[in-house]
């Protein structure tokens, strides 16, 4: 196993959701090599100190005596009291904006947390020779053999004419839930389309992002999550990703 595997399995790892095999060799790799082992150690330094019990803050005692020391005197007709409402009103808008900037940080970091599956997801498929469950080249094949295995039917679209020809599909895990893998080949290169529910959230468009030298199209469309990962390049991922929304829609 070389580092930029490594790299790709390490969320999975942290998460306790790489099978034994992979984590023997993981652990192989880290003890031989000094610069992942000081990645895993940053990732699960970085994820104990997102732990709730690692924010709290408990003020000292004496917080508030020293506050009031250091109030300016009230104006007539104004109160002690009145001045610290107002005090504490002003942090208490200060601390609202706080913790709004902390939650897209979060959000941030959580979205690329599922890049991260994403892509390990996408490479074990490839590694494990565990690439179909069903194989077949008509969507109406593909599709009906969900039901049952998913909350939800993945849409999938037969895109062969456009140059993306439909291999079958399987069941796997993002963020520890199952999802629907749609399997696509554009010349020898594999393309795995991953659908999870989204309930209720809203659509969003399609963007483009890399991780460990692979290229994902996201997407959110009709209460599904969407990601395309495959090692051909961004234009003809957008590209794919662009014919599988025309293709639904017709």
């Known amino acids: 196993m070389n580092c930029d595997e490594a790299g790709i399995l390490l969320h999975a790892l942290i998460d306790g959701e790489l099978d ?15 610069g992942c082992a000081a990645q ?30 250091k109030l300016p005197a009230p104006r007539a007709g104004a109160s002690r009291r009145s001045v610290i409402k107002g005090f504490v009103g002003g942090a208490a808008l200060s601390a609202i904006a706080a913790s709004g900037v902390l ?28 690439l179909i469950d069903v ?16 909350d939800v039917a993945p849409p999938v679209a037969d895109l062969t004419a456009q140059g993306f020809t439909l291999l079958g599909g399987r069941l796997d895990y993002v963020d520890a839930k199952p999802v629907a893998a749609i399997v696509y080949r554009r010349r020898v290169h594999i393309i795995n389309l991953f659908c999870a529910p989204a309930p209720g959230a809203a659509n969003r468009a399609a963007a ?43």
């Open 20 to 34: 034994a095999g992979h984590a023997r060799e993981l652990e192989a790799h880290f003890a031989g090599c000094v």
């Open 40 to 69: 895993l150690r940053e990732f699960q330094e970085l994820r104990k100190s997102m732990k709730p019990e690692s924010l709290r803050y408990t003020a000292p005692a004496g917080l508030r005596a020293r506050i009031e020391g």
């Open 103 to 130: 939650v897209v940080v979060m959000r941030k970091d959580d979205d690329r947390r599922v890049l991260g599956e994403v892509v390990s997801a996408h490479l074990r498929s490839l590694q494990a020779q565990h």
């Open 135 to 150: 194989e077949s080249t008509d969507q109406h094949t593909v599709k009906p053999w969900f039901n049952g295995r998913l």
């Open 208 to 250: 483009m992002e890399s991780l460990q030298g692979f290229n994902v199209r996201r997407w959110r469309d009709n209460g599904l999550n969407l990601w395309a990962v495959s090692d051909i390049n961004p234009d003809e991922l957008m590209e794919f990703g662009d014919k599988f929304e025309a293709a639904l829609k017709q």
